[in-house]
């Protein structure tokens, strides 16, 4: 029974499906007809074998649309499967989602009135949902729907949770669904758990993405967009940069992206936040964006095919699967694959050398890594570690975007269509549909440029549509044994589905990916083993941690293309896996005690500890009166300082590196022995007469020794640094003298 009385009867010859008009992860929506009340409808017909959720999932998409009720809310009709998809029935929202809209007319975003109202309309859905239990989890543009009268709905439950499901609870809470970009730190964070305000970071990230016409972070592959949401400082609006937006906006959308979950506000209490108080009624602000845009099916094919001509361009191997998983967060798919396999490859999309990388954008500009190549294989490790493992049909990242990248290559003359989309907006554009939609065309003051859908797409389509159509028909309510048997009956047709997939493009990207994807998950197997381990007594330590913004020690590896440009200046040293900036070594006075405890005072340690200081306030060192017996005029103190700064950083590792192996030894004993540079007495193992005791006494001795022996160095370099400083100390003397003399001499020249 649909709303207001009127019934939607399950039997798909009910339904007549016209025009694809968008397409996700595991979905594929169209218009359609409902014949016995001649009604436009939209229909998604979600691939059960695409589909990466499992049936629970599904189901409780399909309940959770049919019992909401709200104008904000898109509802479902009904829902039943035929053969392999599952039809959901809704309201057509003719304008489509906010994402294809910004995709086709306004790729730098919406003016703020548009956004205010959008963004209003959508909070005060989410302020319903939050009120009756659910969590939406997929916040962002691509899931918010206009309609032609400006109306504003936030769709797809696809991935939504109810909090007061107890038996599901726990589980759907701790596992992680939805989209990178848009996901909150606590939802990437394993087993941290989260609540409704992981919806309200979603919903700031949305906001960006409304304003820049992309979501932060969008241009990277998803595990970097994870590790970049943990660790960097949450994205914004930047106060000078998009200075067209208003102070309140900008402050609303900062109050969402606080990593704090708990410091975010509510739904409701966001309502309230001054932005919102001014915001137009959406047909004022909304209506008027789509004002002389072609029909939603139309814009969709274009879409589509420029999605497809950005694709193809791409030639080499690596750049395509950057393309790929570029393409997913520019299309806004949802369907985050937590495949194992997936994810190391994705993670093996992450290059070091990407300089492309650099060029970029605001979010960009406030990318700190605290990780580098070991960081990131020891981080990503966990992170894999902890994933939920997908065990349903094969609906790896690679195979959907497969899927559909063979579908939009079958299309034409793509660099036309390139060509059309380029400057973004079709203000006096006229679409001409003909009426085989072999052609779609658009006259822009009187010449025409036309972009012809090839007859091989068309064939595709036309296939797809039969083979729909001559479905057998499982009416009725979802039957989750029903659907499961079939699904596992049909599981690996993803790969079948591909080979109808015809088109000579298709097969040659297919084959590529094929031959490609595996060898990079393979990659990314041995670097994530490969991975130097940082746990152990050897262990720097991580000042990384998940929140902070500026880690002390910094990669010259994975992330390098992340350090911004004041950090680049700042950079003292690239050594070995760690690169040291100036901001490091002044963090390094500061390692909090817990992380180099029992720094005693009388230790040696101290004194290199100290070298921090000195390099940034430098304090006057006692000056030894005589002046050097040989004064090098060409060792300006300039030229010391990278030497200088050297030994300095190589001492405080050294120093990190030996409090943590005293940190994992017998704690007094070993302190007052890296003290007084001599053994401790033999742990007793005697007295417990075990062979597992000596072992470990054994071991335990060698690492003494070897601390002994590191101490020495550290001392020497110590020492070292002292004479260099003293060195230094009397060049700078030295110099003044010298300037001193120049300056006496010019002025008792000028008096003679
Ligand atoms: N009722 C509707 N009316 C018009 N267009 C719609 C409707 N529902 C969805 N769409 C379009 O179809 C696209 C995909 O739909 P939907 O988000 O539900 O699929 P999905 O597979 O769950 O995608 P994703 O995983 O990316 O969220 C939307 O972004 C939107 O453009």
Redesign the pocket.
């Known amino acids: 029974m649909g709303r207001m009385g009127k019934a939607y009867t399950v039997n798909p010859k009910d339904y007549k499906l016209l025009e694809e008009?968008?397409?996700?992860?595991?979905?594929v929506?169209y218009?359609a007809i409902y014949i016995p009340f001649n009604e436009v409808v939209?229909i998604?017909c979600?691939d059960l074998d695409r589909c990466n959720s499992n049936l629970d999932d599904i189901r409780r998409e399909a309940q959770t649309m049919s019992l909401i009720d709200h104008p904000n809310v898109?509802i479902a009709y009904c829902s039943f499967v035929v053969e392999a998809n599952l039809w959901v029935v809704?309201?057509?929202?003719?304008e489509?989602?906010c994402?294809?809209l910004m995709k086709i007319a306004y790729s730098d975003g919406f003016e703020e009135p548009a956004i205010g109202s959008i963004l209003k309309e959508t909070l005060k859905a989410l302020e319903y949902l939050h009120r009756q239990g659910h969590i939406h989890r997929?916040v962002k543009a691509?899931?918010i729907?206009l309609d032609t009268s400006g109306v504003v709905k936030l769709?797809?439950f696809?991935v939504s949770a109810c909090m007061f499901d107890a038996g599901d609870r726990q589980r759907s809470r701790n596992t992680f669904v939805g989209t990178p970009c848009w996901m909150a730190p606590e939802v990437l964070q394993p087993g941290s758990g989260y609540n409704s305000k992981a919806d309200i970071w979603s919903f700031g990230i949305t906001a960006l993405e409304l304003a820049h016409g992309h979501a932060p972070f969008s241009k990277y592959p998803p595990m970097k967009v994870l590790l970049m949401t943990i660790q960097n400082a949450p994205p914004g609006l930047d106060y000078d940069r998009d200075k067209k937006f208003s102070k309140s906006f900008k402050e609303m959308v900062a109050m969402c992206l606080v990593k704090d979950q708990t410091k975010r506000p509510t739904a409701e209490k966001l309502l309230k936040h001054s932005f919102f108080k001014h915001v137009k009624p959406p047909e004022l602000s909304v209506k008027k964006l789509f004002a002389d845009l072609p029909p939603?099916w139309n814009r969709?094919k274009a879409i589509q095919l420029k999605d497809a001509a950005q694709l193809a361009l791409k030639k080499m191997p690596s750049a395509e699967q950057e393309a790929l998983s570029q393409s997913e967060y520019q299309r806004?798919?949802?369907?985050w694959n937590f495949d194992v396999d997936d994810l190391k490859a994705q993670a093996s999309l992450v290059r070091d050398d990407d300089d492309d990388i650099l060029e970029t954008r605001e979010e960009d500009e406030s990318v700190k890594f605290g990780g580098d190549k070991g960081f990131f294989g020891s981080q990503a490790n966990k992170l894999l570690c902890c994933l939920q493992v997908t065990t349903g049909p094969q609906s790896s990242l690679m195979n959907v975007q497969q899927a559909d990248y063979s579908r939009q290559l079958s299309g034409g003359k793509l660099s036309q269509v390139d060509n059309l989309n380029r400057k973004g907006k079709f203000p006096e554009s006229d679409l001409l549909e003909t009426s085989s939609q072999e052609k779609v065309g658009w006259k822009r003051n009187g010449s025409s440029t036309e972009a012809k859908v090839s007859t091989s797409e068309n064939d595709v389509k036309q296939a797809k549509a039969k083979t729909v159509k001559s479905y057998q028909t499982r009416s009725g309510p979802l039957m989750p044994g029903t659907v499961l048997s079939h699904s596992l009956s049909e599981s690996g047709r993803t790969s079948e589905s591909l080979s109808r997939d015809t088109s000579l493009l298709s097969k040659l990207a297919k084959g590529r990916f094929e031959n490609e994807s595996q060898p990079a998950a393979e990659r990314a197997t041995r670097e994530v083993r490969k991975a130097p381990s940082f746990s152990g007594p050897l262990m720097l330590p991580n000042r990384a941690s998940a929140n902070s913004l500026s880690a002390p020690i910094k990669s010259s590896g994975g992330f390098r293309d992340s350090l911004d440009d004041k950090s680049k200046t700042n950079l003292v040293q690239i050594k070995g896996r760690f690169s040291v900036t100036s901001e490091n070594l002044d963090l390094v006075k500061d390692i909090p005690l817990s992380t180099v405890p029992r720094r005693s005072s009388q230790s040696p340690l101290k004194k290199s500890a100290s070298v921090g200081e000195w390099m940034f306030e430098p304090k006057k060192m006692p000056v030894n009166n005589q002046p050097p017996k040989e004064i090098n005029n060409n060792c300006a103190p300039v030229l010391l300082l990278p030497h200088l700064q050297n030994l300095l950083q190589q001492t405080s590792i050294q120093q990190d590196i030996i409090m943590n192996l005293l940190n994992s030894l017998q704690p007094a004993e070993a302190i007052e022995a890296a003290q007084n540079g001599k053994l401790p007495p033999l742990p007793r193992g005697s007295e417990n007469n075990g062979s597992v005791e000596a072992a470990s006494s054994e071991r335990e001795r060698s690492l003494l020794i070897k601390i002994t022996e590191l101490q020495n160095r550290m001392m020497n370099l110590t020492n070292e640094l002292d004479s260099e400083k003293l060195k230094y100390e009397h060049l700078q003397e030295q110099l003044k003298a010298i300037t001193g003399r120049e300056e006496n001499g010019e002025r008792s020249d000028v008096d003679a």
Do not use: E, Q, T
């Open positions: 008009v968008g397409y996700g992860a595991s979905a929506v218009r939209a998604k979600l898109i809704m309201p057509f929202m003719a489509g989602s994402l294809h997929d691509g899931n729907l769709a797809d696809g939603l969709v806004g798919v949802s369907a």
